[in-house]
């Protein structure tokens, strides 16, 4: 099931749909260069594909932590990808007011995970009639999830996703449940699987979240064979100097051949279905 979008490309593939990109904007040069190499790709392999960037990051460890390069810079370099690659964006809000701000220039409102619970930001994105992707709190069971639905769904906007991010485990790590994937599938919306903040190492004392790209492979291959609806994962040209969430990022040159493998496991689990 792909979120009703008219711009959403290939959607007769019967791929898994990408949600892709960087952490957040950097500025115009580098966000369009991302944008045109995963388009390129998606392309190439019959991937639906969703940019992502946060125009701003509210959530950071540290107060000197990068936020962004300005609401509206960073909305209108959203909205210049869209029309230049003629290709969907989403972004983060975090509050009632940035829901009609951003619904301007950008076509899925996603809800960041530790908001996931907020009655009045839910109900203010489903209030825009756009596609509003909720990402399950690390505290959430996935049971829970229906109950989020619930708040947008009451607006009279039903164009919902779910999104899978991980569980706290302890103070300083996440784990997947694989089987709240099926659960949340239950609701009737796509299920996403975020598969690069899933490997995050939050709380670090430094003040940057650690993460284990390593991994990242091993997350989608298993979010693919338990039938996630959609891959959602972050990756830039030079993780190393991003400057947000740059840990658990996805190198940009290996894109690829990464999703190269996920069709694979995609196709083989289609055959037994």
Request: aromatic letters at 6%; a neutral charge.
């Amino acid at each position: 099931m792909i979120p009703d979008i008219k711009e959403l490309k290939h959607t007769d593939s019967g791929n898994f749909f990408l949600l892709a990109g960087p952490c957040v904007v950097e500025g115009d040069e580098i966000t369009f260069y991302i944008a045109e190499t995963i388009s390129g790709i998606c392309n190439r392999l019959k991937i639906p594909f969703v940019f992502k960037a946060s125009y701003r990051k509210a959530n950071r460890s540290k107060l000197d932590s990068f936020t962004g390069i300005g609401d509206k810079k960073g909305l209108k370099i959203l909205a210049g990808v869209k029309e230049k690659f003629d290709i969907p964006v989403v972004t983060d809000i975090h509050t009632e007011k940035e829901a009609a701000v951003a619904a301007d220039y950008v076509d899925i409102l996603q809800i960041p995970a530790f908001l996931a619970r907020q009655t009045e930001l839910l109900v203010a994105a489903g209030n825009t009639g756009k596609v509003v992707n909720i990402k399950k709190g690390q505290f959430m069971a996935p049971g829970a999830m229906r109950l989020a639905a619930e708040k947008v769904k009451s607006t009279g906007n039903e164009r919902i996703m779910l999104t899978e991010r991980g569980t706290m485990f302890g103070y300083q790590d996440l784990i997947v449940d694989y089987r709240g994937i099926p659960e949340m599938k239950s609701t009737g919306y796509p299920v996403v699987l975020d598969v690069t903040h899933s490997l995050q190492q939050p709380n670090q004392e430094a003040g940057v979240t650690g993460g284990r790209p390593e991994l990242i492979e091993t997350i989608a291959r298993a979010g693919i064979a338990v039938g996630v609806d959609g891959i959602f994962l972050e990756t830039h040209p030079d993780p190393a100097n991003a400057k947000s969430d740059g840990a658990n990022m996805l190198q940009l040159g290996k894109l690829e051949v990464f999703l190269e493998n996920l069709l694979k496991i995609g196709s083989a689990v289609k055959s037994i279905s």
